[in-house]
């Protein structure tokens, strides 16, 4: 939990005092690569952290096709917002990509630190108006990018996944087919030549 623990005090200024209290409404899980953390259809209950390792969160449309809609690399937290908050059916899967090590906590745990540290309560409030700042500019990439500009704004995102995750996982984040992104990548590697 030491990753988390420095996140928290680096991030939302938590001290140690404060952490030791939070840990208790903490655990940590160990998952293999294709371990589910997440069904759709399941009420999704807890918030991951993810120390070590990769996560994905991607729905499956009626015609079988996965179309991803986040990736979770060490660092990042990764849940279904509309589950946890409002008690509803998930529409998303979340597994692993990678061997992870992450923190799994719910929703007792933010209102505690919230409770009792005012510094991780404006963290998490900045934390939720970046999520939703993000959501908007994916909504804007994908109706209003091209393929060339929608796969430098995933590399500006996740600047060191695209040797850790397969090309057709990329393209399904993208909305586009791997053959479009096979195509974009080689303008660009000409380009940047």
């Given at each position: 939990?030491?990753?988390?623990?420095?996140?928290?005090?680096?991030?939302?200024?938590?001290?140690?005092?404060?952490?030791?209290?939070?840990?208790?409404l903490?655990?940590e899980?160990?998952?293999?690569k294709?371990?589910?953390?997440?069904?759709?259809?399941?009420?999704?209950?807890?918030?991951?952290?993810?120390?070590?390792?990769?996560?994905?969160?991607?729905?499956?449309?009626?015609?079988?096709?996965?179309?991803?809609?986040?990736?979770?690399?060490?660092?990042?937290?990764?849940?279904?917002?509309?589950?946890?908050?409002?008690?509803?059916?998930?529409?998303?899967?979340?597994?692993?990509?990678?061997?992870?090590?992450?923190?799994?906590?719910?929703?007792?745990?933010?209102?505690?630190?919230s409770?009792i540290?005012?510094?991780?309560?404006e963290?998490?409030?900045?934390?939720l108006?970046?999520?939703?700042?993000?959501?908007q500019k994916r909504?804007?990439?994908?109706?209003?990018l091209?393929?060339?500009?929608?796969?430098?704004?995933?590399?500006?995102?996740?600047?060191?996944?695209?040797?850790?995750?397969?090309?057709w996982?990329?393209?399904s984040?993208?909305?586009?087919?791997?053959?479009?992104?096979?195509?974009?990548?080689?303008?660009?590697?000409?380009?940047?030549?």
């Open positions: 939990m030491e990753v988390f623990k420095k996140y928290l005090e680096e991030k939302a200024q938590v001290t140690n005092e404060q952490f030791r209290h939070l840990e208790k903490a655990g899980k160990k998952i293999a294709g371990e589910y953390l997440l069904r759709q259809e399941e009420v999704c209950d807890k918030i991951y952290f993810v120390e070590k390792g990769l996560l994905r969160a991607y729905k499956v449309d009626d015609g079988g096709k996965e179309h991803i809609n986040q990736f979770a690399p060490e660092n990042w937290f990764i849940t279904d917002r509309s589950s946890i908050l409002f008690n509803l059916p998930s529409e998303y899967f979340i597994d692993a990509l990678e061997k992870s090590e992450l923190i799994i906590f719910d929703n007792d745990f933010l209102i505690e630190a409770n540290s005012a510094s991780f309560r963290y998490n409030k900045n934390l108006h970046n999520h939703i700042r993000q959501l909504i804007d990439s994908l109706l209003g091209n393929a060339e500009k929608r796969y430098l704004d995933f590399v500006e995102t996740y600047y060191n996944l695209t040797l850790r995750v397969p090309q996982m990329i393209a984040y993208l909305g586009i087919s791997p053959e479009s992104l096979s195509r974009v990548r080689k303008k660009l590697s000409v380009i940047i030549k």
